[in-house]
């Protein structure tokens, strides 16, 4: 697998379904009571983060997605901490309704607002640079999304198109990621790491499987 300098390939993988994968996480994870169990999917552009997040949420009823670009949109690249922790986290975890308006959104004339409704039992946290040491006391436990640079640039590019406006934007990005991801390492905080590129055969269906291994942060719960 072709990764960035600094990040470390996982081994062991294994292919589990998805509802294994959440029973890892529950294991790995303190007894959460009376609020959301936030879930923290992390990794790199392309390698799968949204797609992982929304199979997980189609597996567990009454979660819901909160994509940190929406946090970050028109804001900063990975300079959005303190305003996801204040405005969605924080709320979280007084299981309150999440109701939040960015101040780009309002700036810019985007509709909507990020929402999360009372009495939601997890909520999956996804976008490049959520495991982080700021935010580690809001996070219950954590996905790293491990992929192989190759395919991840082939989906970006089939995603975002090539033009020199985006190419720009995409070195504008790693000039930011890699040193950020060097210095947080998510993939050694995470309790599971997920493999996101690899094509499983055709024996398995990718909308109910994954293939994943234990991470550091999960390494001493029990199978």
């Known amino acids: 697998m072709l990764l960035h300098p600094g990040e470390s390939e996982a081994s062991g993988w294994q292919v589990a379904k998805l509802d294994d994968v959440v029973g890892r996480l529950f294991e790995a994870s303190p007894a959460v009571d009376g609020r959301p169990r936030v879930v923290a999917i992390d990794g790199r552009g392309g390698a799968g983060k949204s797609m992982l997040a929304e199979r997980l949420r189609e ?30 986290l924080r709320p979280l975890h007084r299981a309150a309704e999440v109701e939040f308006r960015p101040t780009a959104w309002i700036v810019r004339g985007r509709p909507g607002v990020i929402h999360v409704p009372a009495g939601a039992d997890v909520v999956w946290v996804e976008g490049t640079g959520i495991i982080r040491q700021e935010l580690a006391t809001w ?3 954590g996905i790293y999304v491990q992929g192989d640079l190759a395919e991840q640039e082939r989906r970006l590019v089939a995603r975002d198109g090539n033009s020199p406006a985006m190419r720009r934007h995409k070195a504008a990005w790693l000039e930011e990621e890699l040193p950020f991801m060097v210095r947080e390492r998510p993939w050694e905080h995470a309790a599971l790491v ?7 055969d055709d024996s398995h269906d990718p909308a109910v499987v994954v293939a994943y291994t234990l991470g550091a942060a999960g390494s001493d719960h029990p199978r």
Not at 59 to 87: C, K, Q, Y
Not at 194 to 200: M, Q
């Open 59 to 88: 597996r567990v009823p009454g979660s819901v997605i909160v994509h940190t670009d929406d946090v970050a949109w028109h804001h900063a690249m990975f300079d959005w901490g303190p305003v996801l922790a204040e405005n969605v």
């Open 139 to 141: 996070i219950d436990v």
């Open 194 to 200: 997920v493999d996101g590129t690899a094509a499983l």
